[in-house]
């Protein structure tokens, strides 16, 4: 087996592990977008076109996870549109990729991967390579 393969072993197996958690909750209580110094799971980032060379770098994400919310008016309004929680059509995956782009503008989206789950975000690391 190659190294990438026991990389992708490994990182399947700590899901449930106490760094995994730990890691969750540190995750957690800071920003919602942060730069990553090496992506969580290389193996994964070599194979969306990450290359650790200058001009590639990394964020991490924080997106919300369930359907969004849109509070909309009950009055005049057609039974079928009066919900309150509608699916955006896209995965949040998207949405970190977009946020990623707007935060970065000197930057194009090569690639995001999942990295983790709590009860109320997910987390995506978005691969960015500068504009030359």
Not at 118 to 131: A, C, S
């Amino acid at each position: 087996m190659g190294a990438s393969k026991y990389i992708r072993q490994s990182f399947a197996e700590t899901q449930g592990s106490q760094i995994y958690k730990a890691r969750l909750r540190v995750w957690r209580q800071g920003h919602s977008m942060e730069r990553v110094e090496k992506p969580l799971n290389p193996a994964r980032a070599r194979e969306l076109g990450y290359k650790a060379k200058p001009g590639y770098f990394v964020v991490r994400v924080k997106t919300k996870r369930g359907k969004r919310v849109r509070n909309r008016p009950a009055i005049g309004r057609k039974p079928g549109k009066n919900r309150k929680r509608e699916n955006p059509g896209k995965p949040w995956q998207w949405f970190a990729e977009q946020k990623a782009m707007l935060k970065h503008k000197n930057a194009a989206v090569v690639g995001s991967y999942f990295v983790g789950a709590d009860g109320e975000r997910q987390y995506f690391e978005v691969i960015l390579k500068t504009k030359q």
